[in-house]
Every structure is written in structure tokens, then in C-alpha cells.
């Protein structure tokens, strides 16, 4: 038997890295996006050495290197004192430690170069996923309009929304976790001349975080700022924000924080959702992939990286075992859902670490995290999270 047809369904980060993946294989794929066109939030992402492993085996390290940027430090200051905290080198490091570099990039640059990369794939646009069926041996997509195409294998890469994991598991909404997030570019120019280090900047404080880092080699700076709230009124998850909810919703913060704040002309607010980690993903040859499968908070920037990280095992599992395509999609499934759903929790627990309310508990992370102050240290001991190697493992 050959190697087997596959459907992605979603054309985000997980969806195009899958077939990439796939692709390098010699695995035929096809994505299926509902838009009209391939496009990311204008914002920017982080690229954590694991993540940076895999797009390294695709030969796209030194392309997100190129047009990416790379922090000298990690600057971790009291948002109300403006205090530093802690200062730990990263550029370097990262690479001496992990065996591979951290970037951060904007969206729109990284989704380039994957749509680059994907040369010649197939990719239907405007290809809304309305239902799978699953077959004995495969399972067939319905796409609105009333086309049908059978395939050996559907992945769900459909978000967080997914209507793949709906299919296998029910309906089921999404959790707020009661945060929300104003995300926004500021032209580098638009602030005084070395206001903002070349560094990856956080403000903590207590109920919120800030956390700014520059993209397109220094031109931008990405800005999220999140605050705790109890309610999501809005319906859309996220919207067009009002430059002035977000600075009175940081009134009280450092004026050097302010000054970047203020500089902000456009931001969107986002209402941030998860849910729990599923206890199995696939069913016969249907599976799942990124947020589709581990939709989490982004306070430890691993969402696209868990995705790009599934589409390695996926394509690999695959080609190991073409001629079991059942074992194939378990052995995906062993390997990846432990690691995801460890990040799932450990990602809520890290808005807790940020988060802190009492001054007693926030000196207490001063004396637990300083320790970790050292030329080679890590701020959050997220060794376990970057050391990861899927094209290895
Ligand atoms: C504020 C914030 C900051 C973040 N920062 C980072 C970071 O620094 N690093 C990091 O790794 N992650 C980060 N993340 C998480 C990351 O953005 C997501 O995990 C990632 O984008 C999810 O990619 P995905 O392809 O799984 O899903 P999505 O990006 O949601 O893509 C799903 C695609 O499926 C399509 N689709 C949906 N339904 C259908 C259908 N029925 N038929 C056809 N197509 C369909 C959609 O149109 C969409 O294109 C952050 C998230 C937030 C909110």
C-alpha cells in the first residue's frame, strides 16, 4: 500500500505546518480553509526552541531568523514601580541550552514563509468543512456547496471552534478563564529613541501582565497587554478595542510602560478561552491537531508551538507506519496528547505565577525565581518545555 491521502481541515499555523510535514513525506494533503485567503491576526508570535527544531527540519530556521528578531534578554519588571525583577540573557543561551534559537516574528511574516514553503500544495480556499463522515477506511469531508471527497485520513486543524473535535466529541463551549488581552503594533519610531530595549519585556503586576517584544527585525514592537476580568460581554471573541479601556485599564502602571501604552494608535481585544485537555483525541482515522486539539492561554507561548510540534509527529508517524494507518494515528496521539495536555494545565497555572495579588506572595516569587537568576538560567523553568526535540524524539 502507498502512502495514504490526507485532509487538513484549517489553514492556520497547525494546518499549514501539517502539510508541510506531510509534504516532506512525500504524503499527499490537502488543506481545506474556510477564508477566502490565508491570513494571521496582525500581531506578532513567539518561536520557542522546540518549535524552532521543527521549522529547522523544514529548512525555514534561517528565514524566520532573517525576517524575525532575536531578544538579547528576557526583562521581567513590577509594572507599578517600574522595578526590574529579573534580567535573564536569552540570545545565546537559548541556543547553547537548547540547541536551538527563540525568535519572535510577526504573524504575517511567519505565515509568508510557510505559504512559501508550501509551494505548488493544495490548498482550497474558501473550502468551508461542513461535516466528516467517517468510513471504515478513511473518512469523507462535506464541503458546503455539497462537495464530498473521500480521504484515508481528516486531520481537524480548525481551531478552537473546531468543528472536527464537535464531530468526535460533542459539542462543547469553550471555558473563559477570566482574561482578556488588548494586542496592538507600535512602530518602533513612534517611541523616544531607546525606550524600549531589544529585549523580551514583561511587567507583572498584580491582576495583569505586559508583555511587549519587537518584530520585523526592530520596525514594530507587539504589544498584549492582559488584564483579569469576570465576564466576556462581547460576541466575537475578538474585536476593534478602545485605545482608552486600555490605558485606564493600566492607569496605575510605571510611566515608562505608560510611554509605550500610549503610543498605541490601534489595538483589538481578545477574550481568552481554553479547555480542558481531552482524555483521547482521534477516532478511527479521524484525529485532531493544535488548538483543535489543546486550545490553551497563551501565557507560556507554546499554542502555534504544540501545532508545529503535532505536525512533525503526525507526518512521521505516518510515513513509519504507512501500512497501518490505525496504528499510525495512535502512535500520534500517545506521543503528543501527554506533552499538550502537561502545557494545557501548566499554561493556566502560569497566569496564577504572573497574576499575583498579595505582596507577601509576589516577594515570595521574587525569592523563588531569583534563584533561577544565573548567566544560563531559565526565568520560568520552561526547560522542560524548550529541551523537547520531536525530530529526535
Ligand atoms: C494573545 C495571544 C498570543 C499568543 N502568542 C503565542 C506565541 O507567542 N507563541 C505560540 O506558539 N502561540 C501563541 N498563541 C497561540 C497561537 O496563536 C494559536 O495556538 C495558534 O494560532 C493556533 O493555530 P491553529 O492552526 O491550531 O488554529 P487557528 O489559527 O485557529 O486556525 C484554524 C483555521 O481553521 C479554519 N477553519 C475553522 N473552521 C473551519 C471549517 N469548518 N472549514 C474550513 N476551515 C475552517 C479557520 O478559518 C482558521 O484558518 C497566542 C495566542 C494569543 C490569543
Redesign the pocket.
Known amino acids: 500500500m502507498g502512502m495514504p491521502r490526507v485532509a487538513l481541515?484549517?489553514?492556520?499555523?497547525?494546518?499549514?505546518?501539517a502539510a508541510i510535514a506531510l509534504r516532506r513525506r512525500a504524503i499527499e494533503a490537502v488543506v481545506?480553509?474556510?477564508?477566502a485567503q490565508?491570513?494571521?491576526?496582525g500581531?506578532?508570535?513567539?518561536?520557542?526552541p522546540n518549535?524552532t527544531r521543527v521549522l529547522r527540519a523544514f529548512g525555514l530556521e534561517e528565514e524566520v531568523r532573517r525576517r524575525g528578531f532575536e531578544p538579547g534578554f528576557m526583562l521581567t519588571r513590577d509594572m507599578a514601580t517600574g522595578e526590574v525583577l529579573f534580567r535573564t540573557q536569552a540570545k545565546g543561551v537559548m541556543a547553547e541550552r537548547f540547541g536551538a534559537g527563540w525568535f519572535?516574528i510577526h504573524?504575517a511574516d511567519l505565515l509568508d514563509i510557510l505559504i512559501t514553503a508550501l509551494d505548488g500544495s493544495d490548498i482550497r480556499l474558501g473550502?468551508?468543512?461542513?461535516s466528516i463522515e467517517p468510513a471504515v477506511a478513511g473518512a469523507t469531508v462535506v464541503?458546503s456547496g455539497g462537495r464530498r471527497e473521500a480521504f484515508d485520513v481528516v486531520v481537524g486543524?480548525?481551531?478552537?471552534?473546531?468543528?472536527?473535535r464537535a464531530t468526535l466529541h460533542g459539542q462543547e463551549k469553550p471555558r473563559f478563564t477570566g482574561n482578556m488581552?488588548w494586542?496592538a503594533l507600535v512602530p518602533a519610531e513612534a517611541l523616544p529613541c531607546g525606550h524600549l530595549e531589544p529585549v523580551m519585556n514583561y511587567w507583572m503586576g498584580p491582576r495583569g501582565h505586559v508583555v511587549a517584544y519587537y518584530v520585523r527585525g526592530g520596525a514594530l514592537v507587539n504589544l498584549?497587554a492582559?488584564i483579569e476580568t469576570k465576564d466576556w460581554v462581547e460576541e466575537s471573541w475578538?474585536v476593534e478595542g478602545r485605545r482608552d479601556d486600555l490605558l485606564s485599564a493600566f492607569s496605575n502602571a510605571h510611566r515608562d510602560l505608560r510611554i509605550l501604552l500610549e503610543a498605541v494608535r490601534r489595538c483589538f481585544k481578545?477574550g481568552?478561552f481554553d479547555r480542558d485537555p481531552l482524555p483521547r483525541w482521534g477516532k478511527g482515522r479521524i484525529t485532531l491537531?493544535?488548538?483543535?486539539?489543546h486550545?490553551?492561554?497563551?501565557f507560556?507561548?507554546?499554542?502555534?508551538?504544540?501545532?508545529?510540534e503535532d505536525a512533525y509527529v503526525l507526518a512521521r508517524e505516518l510515513a513509519r507506519n504507512s501500512n497501518d494507518i490505525d496504528a499510525a494515528l495512535v502512535s500520534y496521539e500517545n506521543e503528543r496528547r501527554p506533552r499538550t495536555t502537561r502545557i494545557q494545565l501548566a499554561a493556566r497555572a502560569q497566569g496564577k505565577i504572573f497574576h499575583l495579588r498579595s505582596p507577601w506572595a509576589r516577594l515570595k516569587r521574587y525569592l523563588r525565581l531569583d534563584k533561577f537568576e544565573k548567566p544560563r538560567a531559565d526565568l520560568l523553568s520552561k526547560d522542560w518545555i524548550y529541551a523537547y526535540d520531536p525530530t529526535t524524539a
Open positions: 481541515i484549517g489553514g492556520g499555523i497547525g494546518g499549514l505546518v481545506f480553509e474556510q477564508s490565508l491570513q494571521e491576526v500581531a506578532g508570535i513567539q518561536i520557542t518549535s519572535q504573524r473550502a468551508h468543512c461542513l464541503l486543524c480548525d481551531g478552537i471552534h473546531s468543528l472536527v488581552c494586542r498584549v492582559v475578538s481578545w481568552l491537531l493544535g488548538d483543535a486539539a486550545p490553551m492561554l497563551p507560556l507561548s507554546q499554542g502555534a508551538a504544540m501545532g508545529i
